[in-house]
């Protein structure tokens, strides 16, 4: 791992390359690729990079995973930023290290004789498939992690694809409360949080949390946590933002009531951002514009938002800028950005 540095994030999480491709039907049938999301073994995955059908010698590849997403937005905003995961020894790993550290952040990459972890982002037909082998990524554990490292940093990003690790969790919780150092953690999926919803609600009563949901993971989380079916996926942005305001913003204004920590927001996409902290709800629009790609602009936000509070921004401050950087990714495949493109907002994060 690369030397210990003074972190304003620390960002940890499932380091994989994001591979963008334009597929046929054919090839996505051959292959599985059915569903908006999928795991692949990595053998599968391996032959997917060699079939003819597709060149992806011409392919766009990007450092990816949410968590690296985060350092590497954090790091061109200007932020001291780390990012630590696990990789393996071959020419991905080459290709993430290399990505990550061009835009200034500190990479501690623990090695693996696994194959680093891949994410092939399919366009079929205007609509992106997702297809992920981690790989050496899910080699990361607890004793990677020391409390040196989580005490460097002034806040934690945690990748919630990891919370299948539950001993790594709680590890990296324990030792960022112990030190009074808040947690931001990314609810990753739908699917992640109808799994871990009990697990993120007692997270959020016992550390320092930032939790961050889009629209569908906000209305999942609120449903299981109730018990209720999932009703509202096929609504319109609009008709979902007008249920979380309603119904869901009610139940995350008691969960946050009376405390500093858990702060729950809910990233809207073209519709903006929520914020619901202390018991209040605070509520930042957005214009919204048409991406090239949506992947990584989450992540973006995430970045942007952090930072800010780390600059002592008001949390609607946060949700603005988050929202402005976010658009920026809107514009390029993941967070293959020029750091010249964020070097406007770089200035408000200046000390």
Known sequence: MTELQNNELLCIG??????????????????????????????????????PLIDFSKAVKSSGGGAANVAKIAAMLGMNASFSGCVGSDELAEIFEKEITGAGVNAMLAKSNEKTGICFACNIGGETRFAASPGAALELNETHISEELIGSAEVVVL????????????????????????????????????AKAEEILTYSRSYPLFIFMNADEVLAFYNTIRKSRDEEINLSEKEKEAIILRDVCPMLKIITDGEIFPIVVVKLGGRGAIVVAGGNVYREETFTVIPRNTVGAGDAFCAAFTAAWIRGKSLSECAALGNKVAREILEVPGTHIKSGKLKSFAKIFQR
């Open 159 to 194: 990748d919630g694809y990891i919370l299948d690790r539950r001993p790594l969790v709680q590890h990296i919780l324990r030792l960022a409360s112990r030190r009074g150092i808040p947690v931001a953690l990314d609810a990753a999926s739908i699917f992640q949080v109808r």
């Open 14 to 51: 499932n380091p994989l390359v994001d591979v963008f491709v334009d597929i046929d039907y054919s090839f996505s049938i051959k292959y599985g690729i059915l569903n908006p999301a999928q795991h692949v073994d990595r053998e599968k995955a391996d032959v997917m990079l060699r079939d």
